[in-house]
């Protein structure tokens, strides 16, 4: 990671291990890096994800200086008030193609954590075929599991063919899953609904990777006696060494945007 031109002033804030990562690439790039304490010097901020948005952030974010910018997710509804420039950096492509890697290791490890029969020469569906679900399909299939694709999109489901995948239309999951008893979502929408966990296989495993709420009926699988696992956040969990250099990266980027732009 290259060191920055100029020093920038950095505070760091959240105690995770994703954010001690970010925080010592950072620090090692040039940066001055600080905790809460370093607020009001702060050029940026970097903020933990997911962020439990209350009256005691609000009133820490107030002591920042103008001009400097706020980096974390989403911003909540108050953060408006602020008056300062918000990034969202989960939102920019380089950081989720990064991403994508330990999101898809760690699905692999649920599923052979949980699972009481090899992945080599299964059969296994993935729900949705952006950047998280490719990078899943292609983890399966070098370990020799038979996997199909859902996908909406015919572009999505003849890159997947490409890849050797086999694959089937969105619309067509519930006609499809009886054939498996593995699935893995990746859309952020109720597309595991009862109907499609009454057609999988009994006692089937559902590793969910979309962001909470996830994209299954939760309690109809619990009904229907399957195994849904909510594993949204993976790479902070699995690998936050890895992550937090993906996030040091991307945090980066955006300040030499900020330089070239200036």
Same mark, same amino acid.
């Given at each position: 990671?290259?060191?920055? !031109?100029?020093?920038?002033?950095? =505070?760091?804030?959240? !105690?995770? &291990?994703?954010?001690a990562a970010a925080a010592r690439a950072l620090a090692a790039a040039g940066c001055r890096v600080g905790g809460a /304490?370093?607020?009001? *010097?702060?050029? $940026?901020?970097?903020?933990?994800?997911?962020?439990? @948005?209350?009256?005691? @952030? *609000?009133?820490?974010?107030?002591?920042?200086?103008?001009? *400097?910018?706020?980096? #974390? #997710? %989403?911003?909540?509804? /108050?953060? =408006? =008030?602020?008056? %300062? &420039? @918000?990034?969202?950096?989960?939102?920019?492509?380089?950081?989720?193609?990064?991403?994508?890697?330990?999101?898809?290791?760690?699905?692999?490890?649920?599923?052979? *954590?949980? %699972?009481?029969?090899?992945? @080599?020469?299964?059969?296994?569906?993935?729900? +949705? $075929? #952006?950047?998280? #679900?490719?990078?899943?399909?292609?983890?399966? +299939?070098?370990?020799?599991?038979?996997?199909?694709?859902?996908?909406?999109?015919?572009?999505q489901r003849a890159l997947a063919e490409s890849c050797g995948a086999a694959s089937v239309p969105l619309d067509g999951?519930?006609?499809?899953?009886?054939?498996?008893?593995?699935?893995?979502?990746?859309?952020?929408?109720?597309?595991?609904?009862?109907?499609?966990?009454?057609?999988?296989?009994?006692?089937?495993?559902?590793?969910?990777?979309?962001?909470?709420? /996830?994209?299954?009926?939760?309690?109809?699988?619990?009904?229907?006696?399957?195994?849904?696992?909510?594993?949204?956040?993976?790479? =902070?969990?699995?690998?936050?060494?890895?992550?937090?250099? $993906?996030?040091?990266?991307?945090v980066l980027d955006i300040i030499r945007e900020g330089e070239a732009a200036g």
């Open positions: 990671m290259p060191e920055m !031109e100029q020093k920038i002033d950095i =505070a760091v804030l959240g !105690e995770d &291990r994703r954010q /304490g370093a607020v009001p *010097a702060a050029d $940026y901020i970097l903020l933990p994800v997911p962020l439990a @948005w209350d009256g005691a @952030w *609000a009133a820490l974010l107030q002591r920042a200086k103008p001009g *400097a910018v706020l980096l #974390g #997710g %989403r911003a909540p509804a /108050g953060a =408006a =008030a602020l008056g %300062r &420039r @918000w990034v969202d950096c989960f939102a920019r492509e380089a950081l989720a193609v990064r991403n994508a890697v330990p999101t898809a290791e760690g699905c692999v490890g649920i599923l052979l *954590a949980r %699972r009481s029969r090899t992945l @080599w020469g299964a059969p296994v569906l993935v729900a +949705g $075929y #952006g950047r998280v #679900g490719q990078a899943v399909a292609q983890r399966l +299939g070098a370990l020799g599991a038979r996997v199909t694709v859902a996908a909406r999109r015919p572009a999951l519930a006609a499809a899953a009886p054939g498996f008893d593995a699935v893995v979502n990746t859309i952020p929408a109720p597309v595991l609904g009862a109907p499609v966990l009454a057609a999988l296989r009994p006692h089937s495993l559902i590793v969910d990777l979309a962001s909470a709420p /996830g994209g299954t009926d939760f309690t109809a699988a619990a009904a229907l006696g399957h195994t849904a696992v909510l594993a949204s956040g993976l790479p =902070a969990r699995c690998a936050p060494d890895s992550a937090g250099a $993906y996030l040091a990266e991307t």
